[in-house]
């Protein structure tokens, strides 16, 4: 009798980073080969695991566990197969078991517990790996119980401002309205910034779970997911999983017969950097030209369409869920003062090991950017790294042993931000970087008040001034002066922080900004 030959399971990344970087024609050329010596393969598109230097990163499933292989490419595949990569064979691009590699091992994935694992877009994949059973808690749970646990948790905002969320789901519970809504907010405009992209990509049920939940809590019955439209496969695969969700009643009415009710869909931004900004997007989700809305009111009490609106980042509602499945107390039992749990950190720019760490807050960033990131990518020694974004301020080696910490950051004007770190080696022009900010807001000005519509175009004008040597010590006096009004009468952080890379720049690196009477050596701009 003839035994049936189990197919050998081999996971190739459909994300737009692998792609990006060959994985279809990988994934053709395994399906070609494979059939061509009459090998039985089961190909599953799952995600990247986050070591973006190590994609095309294929891998096999073993009785010992995953063995990967990579950066692969298509004329690598038949000698793949010829070295015996259906039982995990040796080969000059075996990196042996990937749960091993030592990146991916001294994390701490919470939120990113599946990435790269499951089929990001296979809803019994993610039921397979704890998906659902924060919700199944939830509705069982009274609402008030719901969000006592995101309070207790300590979960704050990951977009950027860091408020707590239990206590915006609580406000928006509290408020008055027929209809509330939660808005998630997929803009991700910081530079170095690809997390809510990885969730949208490679695991979008934690999402959509975690907005149910939020639904669930507060008593919205509608959801929006606002994506950013650079990113088309985030939105296929969001797209995918929202409809393998009404298919097996975990959206739409009656949910799992809870009598909860929960809709959502996603929509595409334009790409406007200030449509990240809350109240713009609301503006941008309505119809409306992305402008800034004055405050008060709240979102929390009249958000979109006027009605009350939770919104809240990828990364904090994509957390939610396995703070409803493990308890707040596992959640809150990472990190450190009153930054709790885990923070995706996005290492970028030049690094030689960039990606995705997910770290308990408190990790240093000279662990980050050496233990982690395997320092500059050019060999070159890190002077700079800025984190936060395009607002986020400029940190010297001095600062590198700081703790990831909302608070201890912020005591030195840094800022953590969505968690994306840039990296700059010793080419670096400060002063360059410093009038890149002030162009990135005069660009990026949704052009409502007059400190960020003009004060950033004077300050591209004084930063010059200053770099040729015009009467430098006024320039500079002049330059502080204009932070400190965009500083204090900026309507919102766009303006209000574009001085923060400024002033960084302006503090640590004076140098770089008497070029013309040092006769320095000309210094390299690193994009951002
Ligand atoms: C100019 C500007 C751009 C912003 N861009 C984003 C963004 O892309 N994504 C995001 O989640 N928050 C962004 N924010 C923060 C949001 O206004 C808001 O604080 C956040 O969506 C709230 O969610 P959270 O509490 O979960 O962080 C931006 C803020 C400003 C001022
Ligand atoms: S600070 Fe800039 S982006 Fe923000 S409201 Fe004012 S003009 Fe618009």
Known sequence: MNATKKAVTIYVPRDSTAVSLGADEVAAAITAEAARIGIDVELIRNSSRGMFWLEPLVEVATDAGRIGYGPVQPEDVASLFATGLTHGGEHPLSLHLVEEISYLKNQERLTFARAGITDPVNLADYRAH??????????????????????????????????PAGIKWKTVSGAEGEQKYIVCNGDEGDSGTFADRMVCEGDPFVLIEGMTIAGVAVGATRGYIYLRCEYPYGERALNEAIKAAYAANWLGANIQGSGKHFDLEVRMGAGAYICGEETSLLESLEGKRGMVRFKPPLPAIKGLFGCPTVINNVITLASVPIILDKGSEHYKNFGVGRSRGTLPVQLAGNIKHGGLVEKAFGVSLRDLLYTFGGGALSGRPIRTVQVGGPLGAYIPDSQFDLPLDYEAYAKLNNMVGHGGITVFDDTVDMAEQARFSMEFCATESCGKCTPCRIG?????????????????????????????????????????????????????????????????????????
């Open 456 to 528: 950033s175009t004077r300050g591209m004008e004084v930063i010059d001034r200053l770099v040729a040597g015009d009467q430098p010590v006024k320039q500079e006096a002049l330059l502080r002066d204009l932070c400190d009004t965009m500083l204090a009468g900026s309507l919102c952080a766009l303006g209000g922080m574009a001085p923060f890379p400024v002033l960084s720049a302006l503090n640590h690196f004076p140098e770089d900004f008497q070029k013309s009477s040092q006769q320095q050596t000309p210094r390299v701009r690193v994009a951002s």
């Open 130 to 163: 704890d998906g659902y059973k924060g919700l199944s808690n939830a509705l069982a749970m009274e609402p008030a119980a719901i969000i006592a646990a995101v309070t207790d948790s300590g979960l704050r905002g990951r977009g950027g401002a860091a408020f």
